[in-house]
């Protein structure tokens, strides 16, 4: 079974920090100060969070979805995480 997670980033103004969040997912917030540092960090937590939630994972990708206008806009990002049939007990 695969499960996709769209994750929204944000910027704060003053320090260019990057934070990840995800309505479709339940405590993940992820920080960066790249994007390359918060796809990598992306991969842990979303992982870590389907295991706590009892799913056993066979992997998780992130990667970036292209924007329409990619010079005006912050980046996006899906994770694509495989799961097991079964949920672990």
């Known amino acids: 079974m695969e499960r996709t997670i769209n994750i929204k980033v944000q910027e704060h103004r003053k320090t260019g920090l990057l934070?990840?969040?995800s309505e479709e997912m339940r405590g993940l917030i992820v920080h960066a100060r790249s994007e390359e540092e918060l796809q990598s960090r992306l991969e842990i937590a979303v992982r870590d969070l389907l295991e706590a939630d009892g799913h056993q994972v066979d992997y998780v990708r992130v990667t970036r979805k292209?924007?329409?206008?990619p010079a005006f806009s912050l980046p996006t990002f899906i994770a694509s995480a495989v799961l097991h049939a079964h949920r672990a007990a």
């Open 19 to 21: 934070m990840a969040t």
């Open 66 to 69: 292209e924007s329409a206008q």
